[in-house]
């Protein structure tokens, strides 16, 4: 299940679940959004991105939903695997000040998935 | 043949210091960025730039100074080290497209200890 508080969220799956992981953003002007996977001791790796205009999008084994009603983003990841454990973030970016191109890339606060075997 | 590429991977040093961490990318990006992510994994932009231009400054204090000697090139200088400044420090990338955000390509991170 997930958990929220001082430490990151967490969610414990076992081998061959759906994964779920929840991310609320912050700016109604984004315009476009990253999930990351993040391993231990790596850099943020692109998982699959959305656009503003658009409200689903789906890769391999996994799928974003976008919900700006309410400035929500989510990550299903099908037959979650072992090698799926990670910290993902969510990323929105915020378009640049006077109509720049130089938007800003924010990240959320991650969460922690962990699944067994 | 490592898209974005940062040394040293790991640096300890002791409170006072000045230090660099230095960072590449070989993917033809006109835009560099510097975050870092502290204990609790928060990843904060620090700083933008593009074609050699400072674009994001966020509030950093001023004993961070980034330095872009080319597009492929955003250094990250730090003078009179703190321990507050302990973190994993990552260099990141992107292709900016006119009003279109684009995926930032990230560095392994250069993990910052300070004694």
């Known amino acids: 299940g997930e958990s929220v508080g001082l430490h990151l969220p967490t969610l414990s799956v076992q081998e061959g679940d759906n994964s779920i992981i929840n991310c609320a953003y912050s700016?109604?002007?984004?315009?476009?959004f990253i999930w990351y996977k993040q391993e231990s001791g790596k850099g943020p790796q692109f998982i699959i991105d959305?656009?503003?205009?658009?409200d689903k999008r789906q890769g391999q084994r996994v799928t974003v939903l976008l919900n700006k009603t309410v400035k929500h983003l989510s990550l299903q990841i099908a037959a979650t695997q072992p090698g799926d454990s990670a910290v993902y973030f969510c990323a929105e970016n915020s378009p640049g000040a006077g109509g720049t191109s130089y938007g800003k890339l924010t990240f959320g606060q991650g969460t922690i998935l962990t699944v067994h075997p | 043949d490592t898209a974005v590429s940062q040394t040293p991977k790991y640096l300890v040093t002791q409170m006072g210091n000045d230090k660099s961490i230095k960072c590449e990318q070989n993917l033809g990006h006109d835009t560099m960025y510097w975050y870092k992510q502290d204990s609790k994994k928060f990843l904060k932009i620090m700083f933008s730039y593009n074609n050699k231009e400072l674009i994001i400054n966020e509030t950093v204090p001023n004993r961070f100074s980034p330095k872009s000697p080319d597009k492929a090139h955003l250094n990250l200088h730090i003078n009179s080290l703190e321990l507050g400044d302990s973190a994993v420090y990552f260099c990141?990338?992107?292709?900016?497209?006119w009003g279109r955000g684009t995926e930032a390509f990230f560095g392994q991170g250069t993990r910052l200890t300070v004694v």
């Open positions: 700016n109604s002007a984004s315009d476009y």
């Open positions: 990141a990338s992107s292709l900016v497209q």
């Open positions: 959305i656009r503003s205009n658009m």
